[in-house]
């Protein structure tokens, strides 16, 4: 086992069909789809190229999501990547999502829409050799770099620090004591 990670879950239309798909393109099944009381079923698999991920079948009506993203809270998922362009197809397929691909620094970064962005995908750099495919999430904070200091005061680690090069200076992301990775970014940039 790895250290450990956050599992960001997808919602999807028929979470059956969702777990097949994965399944037929290389992924694997950790947790069958089992119900999980009033809102539906969940299941957790390995998608294609190893991440760790919750499909969720859900029946219950959800609140609103709001306007603008609280403050303190997660907001944003980017899969990072081995293989970008594959696990770009993958994705599309499984949740029907739609993208817009930039390029920055030599890095294709691709927005995943459904109504309205959803999530990034980018390939992992040559320097994060080490770094298995994952989903990062994100949490809306006022201040990137006093909460990254309090993260390794904790005990956490600093993987980016913010530097005016990468998002001018809104972004950082650290690593729990357990391992677990979060990006801390300033809303809006």
Do not use: C
Not at 20 to 34: C, E, I, M, R
Not at 77 to 105: N, R
Not at 141 to 146: K, R
Not at 158 to 171: C, F, H, K, Q
């Amino acid at each position: 086992t790895g250290p450990a990670t956050w599992l960001s879950y997808l919602s999807v239309a028929d979470l059956d069909r969702a777990v097949g798909q994965v399944t037929s393109a290389g992924g694997k099944v950790l947790l069958p789809p089992t119900a999980v009381g009033a809102y539906g079923r969940v299941a957790v698999v390995l998608d294609p190229q190893g991440a760790p991920l919750g499909l969720a079948g859900v029946t219950a009506s959800l609140p609103a999501e709001p306007a603008q993203p609280p403050l303190n809270r997660f907001f944003w998922m980017e899969h990072l990547a081995k293989d970008g362009p594959a696990a770009l197809a993958f994705y599309k397929g499984l949740a029907g999502y739609e993208s817009v691909t930039t390029s920055e620094h030599g890095i294709d970064y691709s927005v995943l829409k459904r109504q309205r962005s959803r999530a990034g995908l980018l390939q992992l750099p040559p320097q994060f050799e080490g770094v298995q495919p994952h989903w990062l999430p994100y949490v809306r904070v006022e201040d990137p770099a006093a909460l990254a200091a309090k993260a390794l005061w904790l005990g956490g680690k600093g993987v980016i620090e913010p530097r005016a090069d990468i998002r001018n200076g809104t972004l950082a992301v650290v690593v729990d004591p357990t391992g677990a990775a979060r990006a801390l970014q300033k809303w809006p940039l």
